[in-house]
């Protein structure tokens, strides 16, 4: 467990450095899937519409997704890491620290439960009928450029994590963390 916190928090830290590094970049890429995700939840639009958006969305997350990935790739060949020794290494990371690997998607599902669930919840249960679709439109909204971009960064960090301090880091030295 402690292993599995260790890769969490230093995830956390290049997720967090990352974000601030690229701020316009990522929260670019979130205003899209923000601005739709409050429409579609304030208003009901026409389903040819909702759906155009809905795959406008999906393609912005996938843009975003690539960018991450880039910024992390292009930050371990900075260090001397390639494609392939990165891919070599998080496999090597992922077999050497099996338990704290699956153990990143139970913090996946508690951040889920705190970051979802519970809003929902006291909003199902403490805001009006009348004012809902207004605060859960705008909560919504500001998941898109907070809690969703972060998870990306947040998961991408867990890659680059077990990248970094894989067990065969002989073979080409460690970037500082």
């Known amino acids: 467990m402690r292993q599995a916190l260790t890769v969490s928090m230093a995830a956390l830290r290049w997720a967090a450095r990352t974000y601030a590094h690229h701020p316009l970049s990522i929260l670019g890429l979130s205003l899209v899937p923000t601005v739709q995700r409050f429409l579609v939840v304030r208003q009901d639009l026409p389903t040819p519409v909702a759906v155009t958006t809905e795959v406008l969305v999906t393609l912005v997350r996938l843009l975003l997704l690539v960018l ?12 001397g890491i390639d494609r392939h020794a990165a891919w070599s290494r ?6 050497a620290r099996r338990a704290a690997f699956w153990l990143q998607w139970v913090v996946l599902a508690v951040a889920f439960v705190i970051f979802d669930v ?3 919840t006291v909003i199902a249960l403490a805001v009006p009928e009348a004012d809902r679709a207004m605060v859960e439109a705008v909560v919504v909204a500001v998941k898109n450029p907070t809690v969703i971009a972060f ?3 947040w998961m991408a960090g867990v890659a680059r ?5 894989s067990a065969d880091a002989r073979a080409v030295p460690a970037p500082a963390a």
Do not use: C, H, K, S
């Open 68 to 79: 991450i990935v880039r910024i992390m790739m292009r930050e371990l060949a900075a260090a």
């Open 90 to 95: 998080l496999t090597a990371g992922i077999d």
């Open 151 to 153: 998870t990306f960064l």
């Open 118 to 120: 519970i809003p929902n």
């Open 161 to 165: 994590t077990l990248i970094v301090q």
